[in-house]
């Protein structure tokens, strides 16, 4: 297997494919980050931490290594010379485990320089050293496992095809699918089930910084698997019966085991202050919920500046957890002033419920404008109603001071 994974090392950096795809990784990543303006820039975002880059990396990594796996066992079938490969002394599970790893490190290699990031941010920080490290070290490793699953699946599509375009363009679909395809086909089917089939989830969960046994087996899994199905794709051009009944067997033994694990997993916070662990006093109340509580959170809009972007994500994230404890907590996010035409009428309406908006400036095309935001969500429960106030206000204190201060004490 090793003599596999130097060779494949090599051909990466024989030829400029290797130094081709860590530039251009490397290129997209500096630009979204520090220089293009919009929701991934760093400067912009104006807090201390490496999120942006995060939500920006798996969509990069979607096409980054498809074009590294696309050549992998296609071009070793174009070129004739996969049953010279399978005639050497090994066997096939290291030979598909020698490209796979060799692929991988690639991957390793072209996420390395990031960690600079990491140092910058840290460094600019105010006050300097303001960065949250374990919530940066799951982010990483939740990016490694999302890595691992697109290298297997990109490993799997070079080994059904001779030519490495099919193979680019397959895996790419595949990871798109697995990413962001089965989030999609869960909202509109409203079925968490099909979301956690997906890979968004588990990979958001894991680079806030915790860590979910149920996330790490997820990601085993579905890596386990495509090289499963790799190996027996070379074994056997056309699958026989058997080799389809011990591919639906492994599926079947992963899906019953992700779903035992539901109820027995452990999960690691490495954030500063865990903060995304619930308190006792929180958890105890929201499991003895019985019937369902709507929470609609007015925080929804694309003009947000960064700091209300920032309340926005954290508390998506704390109600994704009570959703996580309890599925009778629903909760809705949307902007009550997105119809123009009686935008007046409903700040009336909500100003006379006690809901009292804020000021707040945006940045548009280089201009500053005022715009008005309702920082509340409300809780339906039993037929009563109760205004939330996601705001704690304090005298003294700027904008972004006091939204800062708000996500330290959402729950």
């Known amino acids: 297997m090793l003599a596999i994974l130097k060779k494949e090392i090599n051909s990466f950096f024989a030829s400029p494919i290797g130094y081709l795809v860590i530039g251009i990784f490397l290129l997209l990543n500096g630009l979204f980050l520090w220089v293009f303006k919009g929701d991934f820039n760093i400067l912009d975002y104006g807090f201390s931490d ?72 840290n460094q600019l920080g105010n006050p300097v050293g303001n960065l949250d490290i374990g919530s940066a070290l799951g982010s990483y490793l939740g990016l490694l496992f999302l890595a691992a699953a697109y290298t297997a699946i990109g490993i799997f599509t070079s080994t059904i095809t001779d030519n490495q375009i099919v193979a680019f363009i397959t895996s790419v679909f595949l990871c798109f699918l697995f990413y962001i395809g089965f989030e999609g086909i869960a909202d509109f089917a409203s079925s968490n089930f099909i979301d ?7 990979y958001k969960s894991i680079s806030r910084g915790v860590l979910d046994t149920r996330d790490i087996l997820y990601f085993i899994s579905i890596t386990a ?71 609609d959170v007015f925080l929804e809009s694309e003009n947000f500046p960064s700091e209300f972007r920032r309340l926005q994500t954290e508390t998506r994230q704390l109600l994704e957890e009570f959703e996580a404890e309890n599925s009778n907590i ?36 280089g201009a500053s404008t005022q715009a008005i935001i309702f920082p509340w969500a409300l809780a339906s429960y039993n037929n009563q109603t109760v205004t939330i106030p996601l705001i704690k206000n304090k005298i003294g204190t700027n904008q972004q001071e006091l939204v800062s201060n708000s996500v330290q004490h959402l729950e």
């Open 330 to 365: 629903i909760f809705n996010f949307f902007n009550p002033l997105e119809d123009e035409a009686n935008r007046d009428i409903i700040i009336e309406q909500l100003t006379q419920r006690g809901l009292t908006p804020m000021q707040m400036s945006v940045q548009e095309n």
């Open 196 to 202: 956690k089939l997906g890979m968004s989830s588990h």
């Open 225 to 295: 698997f495509f090289i499963f199905i790799s190996i027996k794709g070379i074994k056997n051009e056309k699958l026989q019966k058997k080799s389809w009944i011990q591919i639906a067997s492994l599926f079947v033994v992963f899906f019953i085991l992700n779903s035992a694990v539901n109820g027995i997993h452990k999960r690691f916070d490495l954030t500063k202050d865990s903060r995304y662990t619930l308190s006792e006093a929180s958890l105890d109340i929201i499991k003895n919920v019985d019937t369902p509580i709507i929470i």
């Open 50 to 121: 490496l999120s942006p880059f995060f939500l920006l990396a798996p969509w990069i990594l979607i096409f980054l290594i498809p074009a590294v796996t696309m050549r992998s066992f296609s071009d070793e079938k174009k070129q004739g010379t996969l049953e010279l490969l399978l005639t050497k002394p090994t066997s096939l599970t290291r030979i598909v485990l020698g490209k796979y790893f060799g692929a991988f490190i690639l991957i390793l290699i072209a996420l390395a320089p990031t960690l600079l990031y990491v140092y910058t941010i």
